[in-house]
């Protein structure tokens, strides 16, 4: 239905009427092997138009993060490649942005110092009323800025998250990589978050490539979606991860959390999901 | 809390005049004179002859608190005075013995802290230069004093160099150990960031590890202090060590306590102050 095989032209021509450049990100035969002959995941190849929002979506230790990782270039993959914009990812830079699983602000400076700190690390000319006019804007974009001068500590698990959002767009990033960031927050404020995100997103053109654990994370805030499977060892012989399946999202672009159950083809697509990563996933 | 404050200070009032009764009355029972009434003058001339004076009362004993209160309040009521080599007041002498111990301890924190945060940052020297810590580390700081006093050749120095090198391996193990165990996630960021390793160093794992090297620079602290006045005490001539010496000798029991006193106030008075120091630095996560 919609589903492809990885690396298939069919969904990426239909992409690019609706997005700007194709293949803006190109990730090429990825693997990554801890153990001599197992690799956690291998041949992972997908592409990622401009603008396009990607979630990923799999069991735990399938490699996610890793992926995530290599695309952010903070880990080196085994085997394979990254090019953005036509050239290859080597190592991290600020034109991708990463929001941390746990926030990763630093406890020592207050809301305005850590996003300054990312500002200044971009543009290390500006002078510090420049600085500030922009971290504020940042600031109040995520509705933060009655705590703008509070640590992290003083905020809520939400509002932490919302900071390491504000911090990863503050610095104008070329795409964005975001590790679970609703991972650790409970539902309702998931909710909000979420809402949020996908109004930024829309606003800004972001090209998002995400993790998640959350079906419906995903089926809100995709345009595709990608299933990865476990490594697994059958009668002998390994099959390690990768992609699974492309399933491209055929809800329209404009919608929202609240009516996102009552669109035509929600259940099908959802039910798709969660039967693959009941069954599928993790191949026993 | 406001209450549990004021009980515990009750309570310790108690216990220091307890503490002052208890030596109020040991004190008192000794200085009490011999009957010398039954005696024929004979025998009392032999007493006095064998140092027995039965009508004087034996002085040069165990202070009495009163002795020790005069004693105290005659060196606070003129700390600075300098009747030559030996004869000092006692904001001289300690004056002597800070400076010696903020040399030695600056002279550790500036090999310590660059050289720990080598350590921390790079696991290859971790490896190879922890035989040569592990070894060095336990070493009393006064078995250096020959070695120091040979090589140096001047006392005032080897106290100096026996404070540093007492103070330098808390010091470097801690900031060794913060720099090692700073989070992931912040140098993550600082990675995607491009920040440079200058501006890393100084702005994200200086921060993240000052608590542990505050620690490290409390415990070294602690040490110096406790280190210098047996420095002092080997290496004479000036400092609260060689003051406690010199009244040895002179057998003043008021003076020697009045000193250990003093050595003790001014030992929390420095650990207060890096206390303070220490909670400027720390983070809530």
């Given at each position: ?13 239909v992409q690019a ?28 190849s ?11 979506i ?23 490649h ?27 400076l207050?809301?305005?110092?850590n996003?300054?700190?990312?500002v ?12 500030n ?27 932490k998250?919302r ?14 990589l975001?590790d ?27 090209t998002v490539f995400m ?5 419906d994370?995903?089926i809100?805030?995709a345009?595709?979606?990608l ?8 009668e ?13 999202n ?6 929202s959390?609240?009516g996102?159950?009552h669109?035509d ?6 039910n ?8 599928r996933?993790?191949a026993? | 809390?406001?209450s ?5 200070a009750?309570l310790?009032?108690?216990i220091?005049?307890t ?16 009957p010398?009434?039954n005696?024929?003058?004979e025998q ?7 140092g ?8 040069g ?10 004693t ?5 009521s ?5 009747n030559?080599?030996?004869d000092?007041?006692?904001?001289i ?10 040399l ?15 350590i921390g ?16 580390k ?11 006093l040979?090589?140096?050749?001047d006392?005032?120095?080897s ?5 540093f090198?007492?103070?330098?391996w808390?010091?470097?193990v801690n900031t060794?150990f ?14 995607t960031?491009?920040v ?19 620690t490290g ?8 202090w406790?280190v210098?006045v047996?420095?002092?005490m ?16 002179n057998?003043?029991l008021?003076n020697?306590?009045?000193a ?5 106030l ?7 102050l890096f206390?303070r120091?220490q ?6 996560e």
């Amino acid at each position: 239905m919609w589903s492809e095989v990885p690396a298939q032209g069919l969904a990426g021509a239909v992409q690019a009427k609706e997005f700007g450049v194709k293949d803006f990100l190109k990730i090429e035969q990825l693997g990554k092997t801890y153990q001599a002959g197992k690799p956690v995941f291998a041949d992972v190849s997908f592409t990622l138009d401009r603008g396009e929002f990607i979630c990923i979506i799999g069991h735990s230790g399938c490699g996610k993060t890793t992926i995530l990782n290599v695309l952010a270039g903070l880990d080196q993959a085994s085997a394979g490649h990254v090019f953005m914009d036509g050239r290859e990812v080597v190592g991290p830079s600020l034109e991708r942005g990463v929001v941390f699983q746990g926030h990763a602000l630093m406890p020592w400076l207050t809301v305005r110092q850590n996003i300054a700190f990312a500002v200044k690390s971009r543009w290390p000319e500006w002078p510090a009323p420049k600085v500030n006019v922009h971290v504020e804007k940042y600031v109040a974009m995520v509705g933060l800025s009655p705590a703008i001068d509070r640590k992290p500590n003083a905020l809520s698990g939400g509002m932490k998250q919302r900071v390491g959002i504000a911090r990863a767009f503050a610095i104008a990033p070329k795409m964005l990589l975001l590790d679970e960031p609703f991972g650790a927050l409970d539902a309702l404020t998931r909710g909000t978050i979420q809402d949020e995100l996908m109004g930024i997103v829309r606003q800004t053109q972001q090209t998002v490539f995400m993790i998640t654990h959350d079906v419906d994370e995903a089926i809100l805030l995709a345009d595709r979606i990608l299933l990865m499977s476990n490594g697994s060892e059958h009668e002998g012989i390994y099959t390690p991860g990768g992609i699974a399946e492309v399933v491209v999202n055929p809800l329209p672009r404009e919608r929202s959390r609240a009516g996102l159950h009552h669109l035509d083809g929600y259940y099908a697509l959802r039910n798709h999901i969660v039967d693959f990563l009941v069954t599928r996933a993790r191949a026993h | 809390m406001q209450s549990l404050r004021l009980r515990s200070a009750l309570l310790s009032t108690l216990i220091l005049l307890t503490l002052l009764g208890v030596w109020y009355l040991a004190t008192a029972t000794g200085s009490v004179a011999a009957p010398a009434a039954n005696l024929t003058p004979e025998q009392l001339e032999y007493a006095r002859m064998m140092g027995k004076d039965p009508g004087v009362s034996k002085s040069g004993g165990f202070p009495t608190p009163a002795q020790m209160g005069a004693t105290v309040w005659g060196h606070l009521s003129n700390p600075f005075y300098d009747n030559g080599p030996n004869d000092k007041g006692i904001a001289i002498q300690l004056a002597h013995s800070l400076g010696r111990v903020a040399l030695g301890f600056l002279l550790a924190c500036g090999v310590a802290i660059p050289l720990g945060f080598a350590i921390g940052m790079s696991p290859l020297l971790h490896r190879a230069l922890d035989p040569f810590i592990q070894v060095l580390k336990p070493i009393s700081p006064l078995a250096w004093m020959p070695l120091a006093l040979y090589t140096i050749k001047d006392s005032s120095v080897s106290g100096i160099f026996v404070i540093f090198i007492c103070s330098v391996w808390p010091m470097l193990v801690n900031t060794a150990f913060g720099v090692a165990s700073v989070r992931r996630d912040w140098l993550n960021v600082a990675a995607t960031l491009e920040v440079s390793p200058l501006r890393k160093a100084f702005l994200v794992i200086l921060p993240a590890a000052a608590p542990t090297i505050l620690t490290g620079m409390r415990i070294s602290m602690g040490i110096a202090w406790l280190v210098i006045v047996a420095a002092e005490m080997l290496v004479g001539g000036t400092g609260i060590g060689y003051f406690v010496w010199n009244e040895w000798n002179n057998l003043s029991l008021t003076n020697v306590m009045f000193a250990i006193l003093v050595i003790g106030l001014v030992g929390m008075g420095l650990d207060l102050l890096f206390g303070r120091l220490q909670k400027a630095v720390t983070y809530v996560e």
